[in-house]
């Protein structure tokens, strides 16, 4: 069906992870298409970069950095905050994470994988509905790991504290994206579409290899020089949802085959399950923090 706000320009896009691999080069490329782009990241150094490199490219004023650390509740806050004083938003793009070698638990009481990968995305996604309601062709693009079966939701220990591995915890929140593209779709699809994708091996993720060993940082450079895909390829299908977002309530792509919504990773009661234990997680945060704000 052809989409009537394809030739749109000047949208409000905002963007997860825009600081650096995809997300960077996604915003780079949105304001060079003349969309306002408004990047998130927690590192100035690099919001400093990518504000030098689109000035350099004639984009100035096309991008925005805002510096924020997405794997508390208090940088989601502040960013929804920075957001709400621009009217309404066209597109929403998910994509910060970074992989933990080791459990940390953020100042809220989560751990680290969970709270960044995951539960970012839905308190954003939640907190700018409104805002992408407004909009004439609006859409959400979850970049993570659709169409993998691999990895579970650990229902019984969500925060991973018998079972920390960082493998495990990109899988467990890659799933947990999964349910929670349906379950945003079942609430708010037919106003905002929501898109999860996968963009496959990317030659991006730069920051997240400083973290591993030196053997294991050079075999994952080796890997990715050899078989890893060029970052702009990566994002051209993001560019395609922006332009011309789908008109189903939920879409998911893999690479670049969609992916069939039956599929077990992508089950509506699990989606709903997940949904609920997670706003009641915030819920019991939130109180919480009154509660000590009222004993201070
Ligand atoms: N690369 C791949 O092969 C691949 C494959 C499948 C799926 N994916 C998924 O695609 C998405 C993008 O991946 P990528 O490779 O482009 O990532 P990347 O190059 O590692 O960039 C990660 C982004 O997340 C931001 N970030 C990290 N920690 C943050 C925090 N605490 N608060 C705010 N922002 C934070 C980083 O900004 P700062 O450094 O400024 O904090 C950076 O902009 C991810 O969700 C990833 O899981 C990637």
Request: glycine share 10%; charged share 20%.
């Amino acid at each position: 069906m052809v989409n009537r706000h394809a030739d749109r320009t000047g949208r409000t896009v905002v963007i997860t992870g825009g600081s650096d691999g995809m997300g960077r080069a996604l915003a780079l490329g949105r304001a060079a298409r003349g969309d306002h782009a408004i990047a998130i990241g927690s590192s100035q150094a690099r919001g400093d970069r990518l504000l030098s490199d689109a000035a350099e490219l004639g984009l100035e004023g096309r991008i925005e950095f805002v510096r924020a650390d997405l794997s508390t509740i208090a940088g989601n806050q502040a960013v929804l905050d920075h957001v709400g004083r621009h009217g309404s938003i066209d597109a929403l793009v998910l994509g910060a994470n970074r992989p933990s070698p080791k459990r940390v638990e953020t100042v809220d009481g989560f751990e680290s994988t969970f709270a960044l990968y995951y539960l970012s995305r839905y308190i954003l996604g939640h907190g700018l509905m409104p805002l992408l309601s407004q909009a004439p062709g609006p859409v959400i693009v979850n970049v993570a790991g659709v169409g993998a079966t691999a990895g579970q939701i650990h229902w019984d220990d969500l925060q991973l504290r018998d079972r920390y591995r960082v493998v495990a915890a990109q899988l467990q929140a890659g799933r947990a994206n999964d349910l929670l593209g349906v379950a945003m779709a079942e609430r708010h699809g037919d106003q905002v579409p929501y898109v999860l994708y996968h963009p496959g091996f990317t030659r991006s993720g730069a920051a997240a290899r400083e973290h591993v060993s030196p053997p294991a940082r050079f075999t994952l450079k080796v890997l990715a020089a050899i078989a890893a895909q060029p970052v702009e390829r990566a994002i051209a299908p993001i560019h395609g949802f922006i332009e011309s977002p789908p008109t189903a309530s939920l879409t998911a792509v893999d690479r670049a085959r969609l992916v069939p919504l039956g599929l077990k990773t992508l089950e509506p009661s699990a989606a709903r399950r997940l949904d609920q234990v997670t706003a009641r997680l915030l819920a019991d945060k939130l109180t919480a923090r009154a509660h000590g704000d009222r004993r201070r």
